[in-house]
């Protein structure tokens, strides 16, 4: 990793979490460079991080030996097309767009090594995780550079089938939302509960964080955890019934399978 040198195509939230996360991992400012629209944004990246920061996609990817695609996924089309002249065979293309499809870039970048990933916000605070996938063109020497930048900001996993990136974005890609979901529906209760609106939240969010780092470092699974948890006849007990009356475990299957099809869906739109 140290002699790599990667482009940003797009240096917003996540391109600037994995570049933060390069440059904490030792990597060399001069090895970095990113390419985005807005002189704003070109400015911000270039004095956070000391790289250097280019309007022209095509300028930007010179030299380098990964692209990465950090763009919107309606934007990604528009950014290969910028990119097809001058992109040359042994560039390894890393994609972090939901639901975009191998398929679609090789449509639109012509044959190249893509690695496709979905990572997730934490990567921000190099806490995500991210899942990974690679096509036939892509050697062991380039998987093992689309690994390291991923890891710099978190777990990297990969997946034999491509496929199962929806599944990935579904459950770690759009994940830390749900989380926040039940953070923003315990604080409320919480407050209607009679605690005042600071307690409630700070009892929430360390709630939330003793528990993953519990499910993190056990060697017995999450069933195993809730049950020690619940005492017979007691608080949790009560709680939990409450929550399988109301269909817990169904509502959350729906909801993955929601952004599953979504993800799917929007290969389908977008991929033309
Ligand atoms: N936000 C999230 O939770 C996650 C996002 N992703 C994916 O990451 C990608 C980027 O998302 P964010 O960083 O959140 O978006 P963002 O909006 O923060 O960043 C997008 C960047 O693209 C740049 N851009 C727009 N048009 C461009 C062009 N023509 N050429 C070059 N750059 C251009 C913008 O200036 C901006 O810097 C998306 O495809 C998204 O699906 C993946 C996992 C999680
Ligand atoms: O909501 C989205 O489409 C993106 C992909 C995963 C997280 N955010």
Redesign the pocket.
Known sequence: MSKTRIAFIGAGNMAASLIGGLRAKGLDAAHIRASAPGAETRARVSAEHGIEVFADNAQAIEGADVVVLAVK?QMMKAVCETIRPSLKPHQLVVSIA??ITCASMNNWLGEQPIVRC?P??PALLRQGVSGLYATADVTAEQRQQAEELLSAVGIALWLNEEQQLDAV?AVS??GP?YFFLLIEAMTAAGVKLGLPADIAAQLTVQTALGAAHMAVASDVDAAELRRRVTSPAGTTEAAIKSFQAGGFEALVEKALGAAAH?SAEMAEQLGR
């Open positions: 996924p939901a639901g979905m997730n916000t974005t890609g759009s939302a979504r």
